[in-house]
């Protein structure tokens, strides 16, 4: 995954977590005309709208901290937009999947928050 940025990385190592966990992506990168939600996913009769935020280190904290109020609202947008586009009328849920790369070990470590906000 060297070729590619720290946070498509990131998302692939998301992506590939949450599915272990059982999850069914049914979207990533989704795009429309309010911006871009990282993964759209399910599990069971919940449907998850999930940031992914990936680091390098936790010098500025964790990476979930980095979802601030307005990247929250602008989620809660987007899944507003989702949902109405898709018809879909069921539970919703918000999740942060922290993706942790330790470039000297060349490993990922995966924290997932599923109802961050």
Known sequence: ???LSLGKAGEIVA???LVAQKFNIVECNYRCPLGEIDLVARQREVLYFIEVKTRTSLIFGQPAEAVTSKKQHKLHQLALYYTATHKYSGP??????????NQWQRHYQVNFIPHAF
């Open 92 to 101: 919703v849920a918000f999740g942060v999947v922290e993706v942790l790369y």
């Open 1 to 3: 995954m060297l070729d």
């Open 15 to 17: 992506e590939k977590y």
